[in-house]
């Protein structure tokens, strides 16, 4: 009995037939590492965020030891380098997530006066903000209001350029609000400033006070409400005519 064969060509013929009859082949588990490890990458990396931001509530960054952050994670101190070049590394990386994600909020807030919003309702919006933001995010303002003056060098000027990119974007949505016609650039800089600061220790303050303790958060934000509308009424006044 003879036995036939493929001519060839017909197996190529027939592997094309199925593609075009939507038969794909399916994909090898290779084809899938690389997501993998990507994702696996990523989650072992936010574990040594989220450690350092436990392990930190305590001590300042230039006191937690390396050994003792991947100690808490359960990885060796060589898979932290994959990630951070150094412990001033991790503390960038916890000012960038402190922080960056406050930007679109300021944006938010000043984009409500430029059209000559009343003071007091972007003060009460402003304050709230502040108060939810700390509550949201207390071990990160926690980390924060530590660093700022802390030890390492690297942290205090990643936190210092946040703190400045927030000034240049308070100062931008000022200029824009009918109420600064006639103020300099370097002028709206500086009140730009004087709100940034007040903001940074309205928060540092809320973090300070327990967050049962109702009287006591009103106290603050009362305060800080009150600060803001004494900075606007200096703001208001700024270009009046010098008396004789």
């Known amino acids: 009995m003879s036995h036939t064969s493929d001519a060839p060509g017909t197996g190529a ?7 075009q009859a939507g038969v794909a082949a399916q994909p090898s588990a290779e084809g ?14 936010q574990a040594l965020l989220d450690a350092g931001l436990r392990l930190l509530e305590h001590q300042n960054l230039s006191s937690l030891g390396l050994r003792e952050l991947t100690r808490e994670v359960g990885v060796s101190p ?15 990386a916890l000012v960038d997530e402190a922080l960056g994600s406050l930007h679109d909020m300021v944006r938010a807030v000043l984009a409500d006066g430029a059209d000559g919003s009343v003071p007091d309702v972007l003060i009460e919006r ?3 903000i502040t108060a939810a933001y700390v509550d949201e995010h207390r071990p990160h303002i926690r980390f924060i209001a530590r660093e700022r003056h802390g030890g390492v060098r690297t942290v205090r000027e990643a ?6 990119r927030f000034t240049d974007e308070v100062a931008a949505g000022l200029a824009a609000q009918p109420s600064s016609a006639g103020w300099s650039r370097a002028e ?5 400033g ?21 009287a006591a958060r009103r106290r603050i934000m009362h305060a800080a409400r009150l600060r803001m509308r004494i900075i606007s009424v200096g703001r208001r006044h700024w270009l009046d005519p010098e008396p004789d």
Request: charged residues 20%.
């Open 188 to 192: 709206l800089h500086v009140l730009a």
């Open 13 to 19: 013929a027939r592997a094309t037939r199925a593609e």
């Open 78 to 92: 060589a898979a932290f380098y994959r990630h951070f070049p150094d412990m001033a590394g991790l503390g960038v």
């Open 126 to 128: 402003t304050v709230a």
């Open 159 to 164: 936190i210092a350029a946040e703190l400045g």
């Open 32 to 45: 899938h590492q690389p997501g993998i490890r990507q994702a696996q990458k990523q989650q072992t990396r």
């Open 194 to 214: 004087l709100y940034v600061d007040h903001m940074v220790m309205t928060a540092a303050e809320l973090l300070e006070a327990p967050r049962d303790d109702t």
